[in-house]
């Protein structure tokens, strides 16, 4: 490793406008960088390469809701993909905080659930936003497991404790067919470390939150609107 420069700026960016997607509005809108610290450098790797990379730091406010988030922009001249036309061209890595994804808001009274149900769903949850495909796979499944165990659904397998939320009359059949197809999602992910696509993992979490909807939110609800 040659020569290394680091450069460092503060408010390089504010002021920029940009298209995110909002934590409160839950869809591309309009944003302001308040804030930004702007960090770039080059290391000479050998005699005709060099590593450039840049990092920005970013405050950012939506300019409809007035929601204030944080944004990370970076890049390097090793990270590079394939483009439609078949070339390599470089690319930035955007992770925003809260972790958020188009459209899809967190489930609602999600405190109903159990303790235990209500963590692997938090977790889940937050994989899913973080692009984290083969360990929300693996809590997609956990999910189901921690369901059929806390309702005293039992089984040598997953299989079998499904089949068992149906005979309790936890579950609808058409419902538990849509969970067997989960569980080989699951097996996937966990033995075969298969990532998904984001949208087959959405509509898994959609599955899953119907499933946790039946069994103990539209129930806690009830209770307390009919005593």
């Known amino acids: 490793m040659g020569e290394s420069k680091r450069k460092q700026a503060f408010n390089e960016t504010a002021r920029n406008a940009l298209k995110v997607v909002c934590p409160e509005c839950r869809k591309p809108t309009r944003h302001i960088v308040l804030k930004s610290v702007d960090l770039s450098g080059s290391e000479r790797m050998d005699k005709f390469n060099d590593y450039d990379w840049s990092d920005h730091f970013q405050i950012i406010q939506c300019q409809g809701c007035e929601a204030v988030s944080f944004r990370q922009i970076s890049s390097n001249t090793e990270d590079f993909e394939m483009n439609d ?16 994804i188009a459209g899809r808001a967190e489930l609602g009274d999600a405190d109903f659930l159990p303790f235990h149900v209500h963590r692997i ?40 404790k499904i089949d068992a939320l149906v005979k309790l009359q936890i579950l609808s059949l058409r419902d538990a067919e849509f969970l067997h197809k989960l569980r080989f999602l699951r097996n996937q992910a966990a033995h075969k470390a298969k990532p998904h696509k984001q949208s087959q993992l959405v509509l898994a979490m959609d599955i899953i939150e119907r499933l946790l909807q039946g069994v103990y939110i539209l129930e806690a609800r009830a209770k307390g609107s009919f005593k």
């Not at 889940?124 to 999910?143: D, F, H, M, S």
């Open 121 to 160: 769903y938090r977790e889940t949850v937050n994989a899913l936003a973080n692009a984290q495909p083969i360990l929300c796979g693996i809590g997609i499944g956990a999910l189901i497991e921690a369901v059929c165990d806390e309702q005293q659904a039992t089984g040598a397998t997953l299989k079998d």
């Open 85 to 100: 036309d078949d070339e390599l061209e470089y690319v930035e890595r955007e992770a925003l905080y809260p972790p958020r």
